[in-house]
């Protein structure tokens, strides 16, 4: 029997996929808990429209995202903070204080699209990579400075 599943199911599937199980199997299992539905032309047909409004919206997100990008790549955050000689800071800059900086700049970026591999601990310009989307990065500079 073939039924389209409607969520993950370990072993079997993922969400969206036909798959070809024995009918007590569908019947007793997948089909009371709501995993699947059975495989009819009406189902295969909702299935495929489903999937094609998945894919424009996603073609949606990716193309904000590369605006984003586009204006990221352009910009400058400028952070101020006490250092100590030698260039070393009292703290450190972390991707909270760099989501703010961008924040009061009118940019928002949740903070753990920052990738930081460690924590800014010197004066001076840093490149920062943020993953907007998982085929878009951009590359923005930070500037720490001493209040």
Known sequence: MEVI????????GKEGDIIN????YARNFLLPRKLAVEATEAARKDLAAKREEEQKH??????RAEELKEQLQKQRVTIVTQAGEG???????TTKHIGDALAAEGIDVDKRKI?????IKSLGSHQVQVKLHPEVTA?????????
């Open 21 to 24: 199980v024995s009918p007590g």
């Open 139 to 147: 590359t923005l500079v930070v500037d720490v400075r001493n209040s």
């Open 115 to 119: 990738q930081l591999s460690e924590p």
């Open 5 to 12: 599943l409607l969520t993950n199911v370990k072993g079997q």
């Open 87 to 93: 260039g070393r800071l009292f703290g450190a800059v």
């Open 58 to 63: 996603a073609a949606v997100e990716k193309a």
